[in-house]
């Protein structure tokens, strides 16, 4: 007992020690745990669902003081938000204020059997999570909280050995390992990146590698013709369920730049998807280089913003949507 407490400890110490700090394991049972609190009152609450980008971009606390009104992040990384809407257009108890971030790679991606995977998990893990999973979850909070060693995407035996270098060789393929302070998660759902991230351009570099290994900079063309009109109608069908019930329904593309941006741009073009989309399903939207205020910023590697520049955003961002109608119901942000 004393020597698994002396390694508890040091491990624990040892992570501390490089700068590291709280991060919860985002996993199907605190995604499901906010699933749960979407049938609050438009009054009360704004639903987001969407990929990795609103997970950062959107700074939860600045939110929730400004506008008094409490922010349910449904979204997840490397995920498209297509499977989260059918779901709430199918559950007819979800009445509300609901944001849809757009990433057009994984938004309008050709493999869905990767992209809607985890969103696709997540929603059946929601409809059978079960009173022992539930219990589970709230021991694990507790623990999560107060142990940073307990982040198993980071400090696992499995995360650790995903940071061995291995060769490429045929039939071999190895996923990029991500830097371990690119992606630290709150207990609200809210991603964000470290200090050591930060202040480190060499993995800022790596990720940005990691972009380029995992296709997201490639040449590709996105999908055309029927392929697309057919996206278009089953998003029009489910945004008109939501607002049939009298739910509020609005779409926005969050910042990227670089060499990401450039690739977005050159494989969907904004007219072809983001006008269209709009136009189709008769949704607002906001596209950020359309507003001066959230145009400029520059994601450290190239897709997300940082910590500081997400509240920026944050508070641009509900300026920009009173701008454009939506209404925050809640007096304290009158």
């Known amino acids: 007992m004393v020597l698994v407490l002396l390694f508890i400890a040091g491990y624990e110490f040892y992570w501390r020690s490089r700068g590291f700090k709280i991060s919860y394991n985002d996993d199907e049972s605190l995604w499901s745990s906010k699933r749960k609190e979407i049938y609050k009152s438009p009054k ?28 349910i992040q449904l979204s997840m990384v490397g995920t498209s938000p297509r499977p989260f809407l059918d779901d709430l257009a199918n559950d007819k108890n979800f009445k509300g204020k609901l944001i849809i971030d ?4 994984l938004f309008f991606g050709r493999n869905t059997k990767r992209t809607e995977k985890s969103a696709i998990d997540g929603i059946e893990f929601y409809k059978k999570w079960t009173p022992a999973q539930k219990f589970s979850s709230v021991i694990n ?40 302070g690119f992606n630290m998660n709150a207990i609200n759902r809210q991603s964000y990146m470290n200090d050591n991230f930060l202040n480190d351009t060499s993995q800022q570099h790596a990720q940005q590698n990691n972009w380029k290994m995992g296709g997201s900079l490639d040449k590709a063309p996105g999908i055309g013709g029927d392929s697309l009109i057919a996206i278009f109608k089953k998003v029009k ?8 019930r009298g739910g509020v329904v609005f779409f926005v593309r969050t910042p990227s730049s670089g060499e990401y941006l450039k690739a977005e741009k050159m494989n969907y073009p904004r007219q072809k998807y983001w006008d269209s989309l709009l136009l189709y399903t008769n949704c607002p939207g906001i596209y950020f280089e359309d507003y001066p205020a959230i145009a400029h910023f ?22 920009i949507l009173k701008e454009n109608g939506w209404k925050f119901l809640n007096k304290q942000s009158i």
Request: glycine share 4%; net charge neutral; hydrophobic share 40%.
């Open 44 to 71: 009360e609450a704004t639903v987001f669902i969407g990929s990795s980008r609103i997970k950062y971009d959107l700074d939860i606390p600045t939110w929730e003081s400004i506008t008094g009104e409490k922010a």
């Open 102 to 105: 757009v990433t057009e790679g």
């Open 141 to 180: 909070y507790a623990l999560e909280s107060n142990f940073v060693f307990l982040e198993k995407n980071k400090f696992s035996l499995n995360a650790l050995l995903d940071d061995l270098p291995v060769l490429k060789r045929k039939g071999l393929n190895s996923r990029p390992a991500f830097p371990r």
């Open 237 to 244: 069908l489910a945004t008109d369920r939501i607002k049939a």
């Open 298 to 319: 520059v994601c450290p590697e190239w897709s997300h913003l940082n910590p500081k520049d997400a509240i920026v955003f944050t508070k641009n961002f509900i300026d």
